[in-house]
């Protein structure tokens, strides 16, 4: 039986500048169905799910609920329609209870006309009464009407037993949580029971969940979706953004796909395969004419082993990994963003000193093994080993924003000036030299490097990095956010890399761009290696299932294919 | 339909962060509040005083320019003051709240006293000055320091911590005082020995001279050298100072170590260059003024010549209107007070712009 | 004697926890107010204009009405006080400008306006006005030692102390309380909970200064008799201090400010020589300091200032 429509979203389109987010997407969610929402990473699931949380507006397009249409302008109007999202980064107060977080802000009704019976009932004697009763009853009556008063100014009491709303639904769903403990002493999935709570004690009858199982272990997952299954029984629409296709094939009805900002098409889990989602995902092969040469004399420069990281969460971000990076060689890295790829390469860079395991570096000159793991940037660098690193985070971390672009230069070098003294001559004329070999668009080199755009900003940090002439350079994900041109600057830049003899370890989303572009792609998921496999005759379908198989690998580790 | 629903409950002006002021609209913005402030408090003093608008400025100027003291005194103040605003200067540029260089200033200042009250007349005058530069030295760094090792270990509030360094300094002061002062009255006279030596007849020229060098020099260190590199990328971003490897906590300490050095300065010319006393209110709020002072110069020392002089300009000028109109003595304080407020206000308008919805929607169509 | 000198210590404490309330209120909503002790002066400059307005209005002193020459001086404290809190929030909410620059000349501002306007209020009869203030509890019998500590002060001790209990549970216990938390933690979080953040700020500072300068009123016309000193500020940065000492709790910033007052006058009780006196003088602070280095060690995350005090909020503009 077809259940009612819920929510209908019509030719939705949002821009941010230049970039679409989505184009004339269309979305429909029942009543008391589970929809997956389906798509690579910037295929525009969370833009278009944050437009019916009133986080966005929408460009064009229009919502309907329930037949009738409806602007949605912020969370607050997002919960009178009963819609409510969990968004990935959760908003909750620390030093809070799970209760005080989530009765939060919560709109108080003051039941007026209630309080004004009770006024009247008691402005009324009750036959003889003794002077006490009537004292009592003057009492009673000056509470009632403070209270009143109070309820104007939300002074109403957190009453002792607060919690009872809120634990019927805790248990009427299944969630095992104490109410009272603080958020800070809560694990992850413990802070996303609570957001999800929230949202049903405000009222909501669909919910979205942006990536929940992201940072969720296998058991929690299984309970998130015992309880989702659940909800969906009592009438509620889910709508769960993710691109881990078992899990969709698991939990949910119906699935939406999404690419580029489109909605491709909408099925039916039952009557659909992997393989056709991962199709419909991932789109036909583009060609991008990167050229590639083959590899010159690859020596082993770098060799993980045995990699292992937990973090202040205490949650293992890095899960016995172990590879190997050559000279004059592309490795790519390939896997959902927060599997583990930032933690990996800060690990090899000394940022990460609690890191377990082994990180071997082979100087070029002799060969020599060098150990860098628990090191310090700087003990590094006195190794003389020279380790380029471009981070993920351009301006919170590779670059100062508000300093100039000569200052951005000495950040690796700035100790090498005399004595005291920095030396800006040096760092000027580089400065220079990558403006113009890199065409960087800017006014001149003591602009602070925030106000240039963000393929401009990419150049000054990609083109620091090789200045040092790296042995190894690892970049994270350095085209995100550029436009075709600059990202192909980039792609040049590494090649060129690779043909002077560097290690390059490129992070990437695009399986496109990986595929065109690496020598060996290594896969990540959940922290873990599931599989290394040739850039030449790798398909996206292929990397795709290893991107979002991590789970079940746990299961079957054999089956973990290095080739190449 | 639904744009005109969307804009009929939306504010008419948006409030955007602006990126890219050209410098010299900044500089206009800014001077436009000095302007108005000095309108401002005319006005104010039309008001209190009811005398005529022009002759609160005339005043003003006399106050601060008429007589060759007056002119060596505002020197001598700036001197003071932009020493103390160097202090801060470096940690405020990492981001390191210090709110306690009275206090920093003022065991510095009680330090050089001590050691002319148990050396003076003993040792000759050149040793007593070098003595009297260590301990000053010496106890305003640690003074300096205790804060910055806490922060740097625990991360404890620096703000805070400092702020009541304040108020132990002070104490620690009144207590010596009556220490060396057996009559009870509180009141340490005009020491006798470790006067800085008048340079061509001049009292303050010295004060003023290390002032000036010290300027340089602390404008030099934070622009040309690696330690004041280090500041800066700390001040900016965590996240870099780790990336790059700067070690976060020891440039903390460093840094803290110069304010200390700094403010031990300040408060040997305090004592051998100014007043040759030393009392709980010797600093006179310097300390807390030389935050602003170093805030309105966006932390450059150069620039800091500039708005320590308008500090002084405005407390120098101001003391001379009321003893012109027969007002209280607290009157600098007001004006100076409702100066601050029109330059601190300015910033907002230097850093963000408002934009009128209405305007936007024309566009669009 | 030592009933005389924990009277004289809860006595003199209540200006302490004047500030210390507003001041806490203040900072729960993420504001660090170093204006306060410009603030408390400003409270007492205001509240002695209000005093002397009332007294001129009689035709004779004898006349006079203790319920006004109390409740007056009181509304014009708060308007003046709170009127300055206004301006700090409208500084650093409104213009977002740096908390610790705008406290310190807003402190700057306040005392210099109350050190010249009180040279121009007339304070004629304010000795007797004071009466009012001291007098107004009816119990006044010295000899019954519990009459003494408990029962015998002018009515704004007890205002003190009822003021910090209701901010106590307001804080602790109330909605609006949690929402006020909220922002001073995380405003970015509150916002998304549809808390306006901007009038919960411009509330709790406003609110609070206007509590903050009853301190300053209480000190001149209860503790001094109605005479004047320039030494409120002093007491507005021990109101800071205290501030952390309760480790933001007002309740606890009632027994706090007991304890500072017994300290503050402590050296005159004890039979010691000036210096010593001074050293006194020195614990309140260095108890702070401890308790700020304890909590910061301990790192519990309930006795830590709040998460974003300092800092100013924006919300960049969503499309």
Redesign the interface.
């Known amino acids: 039986m077809e259940k009612a429509i819920a929510i209908q979203m019509k030719g939705i389109t949002k821009r941010f500048g230049e970039v679409i987010a989505n184009k004339d997407a269309d979305l429909d969610v029942r009543k008391g169905e589970i929809l997956a929402l389906l798509g690579e990473n910037g295929s525009g699931k969370t833009t278009l799910m944050n437009m019916l949380a009133g986080i966005y507006f929408p460009d064009e397009g229009k919502i309907y609920i329930d037949g009738k249409e409806v602007v949605i302008r912020s969370p607050r109007d997002a919960y009178n329609h009963k819609i409510g999202m969990i968004h990935q980064h959760f908003k909750l107060i620390d030093v809070y209870n799970a209760i005080d977080n989530i009765i939060l802000g919560e709109s108080f009704y003051f039941d007026e006309a209630a309080n004004k019976a009770k006024i009247a009932s008691l402005k009324k004697p009750e036959g003889n009464e003794s002077r006490k009763e009537k004292f009592k009853r003057n009492i009673k009556l000056l509470a009632a009407r403070l209270e009143k008063a109070g309820a104007y100014i939300k002074f109403n009491w957190l009453s002792r037993n607060r919690g009872e709303d809120i634990r019927a639904i805790a248990d009427k769903y299944g969630f095992a949580i104490d109410l009272k403990k603080k958020i800070y002493d809560m694990s992850v999935s413990e802070k996303q029971t609570v957001e999800i709570i929230k949202v049903l004690y405000r009222g909501a009858d669909i919910l979205i969940l942006d990536e929940p199982t992201a940072v969720l272990t296998p058991q929690e997952t299984k309970r998130l979706f015992d309880v989702i299954r659940n909800m969906r029984d009592d009438g509620k629409s889910i709508i769960i953004i993710t691109h881990k296709l078992n899990e969709v094939l698991s939990v949910s009805d119906r699935v939406a796909v999404l690419r580029k900002g489109e909605h491709i098409a909408t099925v039916n889990t039952a009557e659909t395969s992997e393989t056709e989602l991962t199709e419909m995902m991932v789109g036909k092969k583009v060609v991008l004419n990167i050229d590639r040469a083959e590899p010159k004399n690859p020596i082993d420069r770098l060799t993980v082993s045995g990699l292992s990281l937990i973090n202040k969460e205490n949650v293992k971000v890095l899960d016995n990994v172990s590879f190997t990076a050559r000279a004059g060689e592309i490795l790519g890295i390939a896997g959902v963003a927060g599997s583990g790829q930032r933690e990996l390469l800060e690990a090899i860079a000394g940022l990460q000193p609690a890191a377990t395991g082994k990180i071997t570096y082979f100087k070029p000159e002799s060969n020599e093994a060098v150990n860098l793991r628990a090191k310090t940037p700087t003990q590094i660098r006195e190794m003389g080993v020279r380790l380029s690193f471009v981070p993920e985070d351009r301006l919170g971390m590779g670059l100062v924003g508000n300093m100039d672009i000569v200052d951005n230069m000495m950040l690796r070098s700035y100790k090498k000036g005399k004595f005291f003294f920095v030396d800006r001559k040096k760092p000027k004329s580089l400065a220079e030299n990558i403006i113009k070999s890199l065409e960087v668009a800017t006014p001149g080199t003591n602009i602070p490097v925030r106000r240039l755009s963000g393929g401009n900003v990419q150049k000054v940090l990609v083109g620091r990095e090789i200045a040092s002439s790296p042995t190894v350079l690892m970049a994270a994900y350095p085209v995100r956010g550029l436009d075709i041109n600059s990202s192909y600057t980039i792609y040049n830049l590494l090649n060129k890399q690779k043909e002077n003899g560097v290690a390059v370890i490129f992070v990437g989303e695009d399986l496109d761009v990986l595929i065109e572009l690496c020598d060996r792609i290594m896969v990540i998921c959940g922290g873990k290696i599931t599989g290394i496999v040739d850039g030449r005759s790798a398909t996206k379908e292929e990397i795709g299932l290893l991107m979002t198989k991590g789970r079940q690998m746990e299961q079957s580790p054999s089956t973990v294919g290095q080739r190449g | 339909m639904?744009s005109t629903?969307?804009s009929a409950?939306?504010p008419f002006f948006?409030?955007?962060?602006r990126?890219?002021l050209v410098w010299w609209k900044a500089w206009l913005i800014r001077a436009a509040a000095v302007i108005s402030a000095f309108l401002v408090c005319g006005i104010v003093s039309v008001i209190l005083t009811k005398r005529g608008f022009g002759s609160f400025y005339v005043s003003l100027f006399k106050g601060v320019f008429q007589t060759e003291r007056r002119i060596w005194n505002l020197f001598q103040n700036i001197s003071l003051l932009l020493c103390i605003s160097l202090a801060v200067t470096p940690a405020f540029k990492m981001r390191f709240?210090n709110?306690g260089a009275e206090g920093q200033a003022l065991v510095g200042a009680l330090a050089s006293a001590a050691i002319v009250v148990y050396f003076g007349g003993k040792v000759p005058e050149a040793l007593l000055l070098v003595m009297m530069f260590g301990a000053a030295v010496a106890a305003s760094v640690i003074w300096a320091v205790i804060p910055a090792l806490?922060k740097a270990q625990?991360?404890?509030?620096e703000?805070?911590?400092t702020?009541?360094?304040?108020?132990?300094a002070k104490?620690?002061v009144?207590?010596?005082i009556?220490?060396w002062v057996t009559s009870?009255s509180?009141v340490l006279g005009v020491l006798k020995f470790g006067h800085f030596p008048a340079i061509g007849g001049y009292a303050y020229l010295l004060n003023i001279i290390i002032v000036a060098v010290l300027t340089v020099l602390v404008y030099m260190y934070l622009k040309?050298?690696?330690?004041?590199?280090?500041v800066?990328?700390v001040g900016?971003?965590l996240?870099?100072a780790?990336?790059?490897?700067i070690?976060v906590k020891k440039v903390i300490i460093r840094t803290m170590v110069l304010t200390g050095v700094l403010c031990g300065i300040a408060g040997l010319l305090l004592v051998a260059g100014t007043s040759h006393t030393v009392a709980t209110n010797t600093v006179g709020?310097r300390g807390?003024?030389a935050?602003?002072v170093s805030?309105l110069a966006k932390f450059n020392p150069l620039y800091m010549i500039l708005t320590s002089f308008m500090v002084v300009f405005l407390q120098q000028g101001a003391a001379q209107v009321a003893t012109d109109y027969r007002?209280?003595?607290?009157?600098?304080?007001?004006?100076?007070?409702?100066f601050?407020?029109f330059i601190?206000?300015c910033?907002?308008f230097a850093?963000?712009s408002i934009k009128f919805r209405l305007a936007k929607k024309e566009k669009k169509a | 004697m030592f009933v005389i000198f924990l009277f004289n210590a809860i006595r003199f404490s209540t200006t302490f926890m004047f500030g210390c309330t507003g001041e806490t209120i203040t900072e729960k909503g993420g504001n660090l107010n170093l204006g306060i002790p410009g603030i408390m002066c400003v409270g007492a400059v205001g509240g002695c204009i209000g005093e002397s307005i009332y007294l001129k209005s009689l035709s004779d002193i004898s006349r006079i009405n203790p319920f006004l020459a109390v409740l007056i001086p009181i509304l014009f404290a708060m308007l003046f006080s709170g009127a300055l809190g206004m301006l700090y929030c409208f500084l650093t909410v409104t213009l977002r400008c740096n908390q610790n620059v705008t406290g310190l000349a807003i402190t700057t501002f306040g005392v210099g306006f109350t050190n010249f306007f009180i040279t121009l209020v007339d304070r004629t009869n304010f000795n007797v006005a004071s009466k009012s203030f001291t007098k107004f509890f009816p119990i006044q019998d010295a000899s019954n030692w519990f009459v003494k500590l408990f029962l015998s002060y002018g009515v704004m001790v007890y205002l003190a102390v009822i003021i910090a209990i209701i901010a106590a549970i307001i804080l602790n216990k109330t909605r609006l309380g949690l929402n006020l938390k909220a922002v001073g933690e995380n405003p970015a979080t509150a916002d998304a909970a549809g808390i306006s953040v901007t009038a919960y700020k411009y509330g709790a500072t406003g609110i609070g200064s206007a509590i903050a300068g009853l301190g300053g009123l209480f000190y001149i016309m209860d503790y001094l008799n109605g005479s004047w000193e320039y030494s409120i500020d002093a007491m507005g940065w021990l109101a800071i201090a205290l501030v952390i000492f309760s480790i933001w709790r007002p309740n606890w910033g009632i027994l706090g400010s007991i304890l500072f007052g017994a300290l503050y006058i402590a050296p005159s009780y004890l039979n010691v020589s000036f210096s010593q006196k001074e050293l006194l003088k020195m614990i309140p602070y260095i108890v702070t300091i401890f308790v700020l280095i304890v909590s910061s060690i301990r790192n519990k995350k309930e006795n830590q200032p709040p998460a974003s005090l300092g800092l100013s909020y924006f919300r960049e503009e969503r499309y």
């Open positions: 639904k629903e969307k409950r939306e948006q409030i955007v962060k990126d890219n709240w709110i806490f625990w991360n404890t509030n703000t805070l911590f702020l009541m360094m304040n108020y132990v104490s620690l009144a207590y010596f009556n220490v009870g509180g040309k050298t690696k330690h004041g590199y280090e800066s990328v900016e971003s996240n870099t780790r990336y790059v490897g070690n709020g807390f003024t935050i602003l805030w007002l209280s003595n607290a009157f600098p304080d007001i004006i100076i007070g409702m601050f407020f601190i206000a910033e907002f850093n963000y």
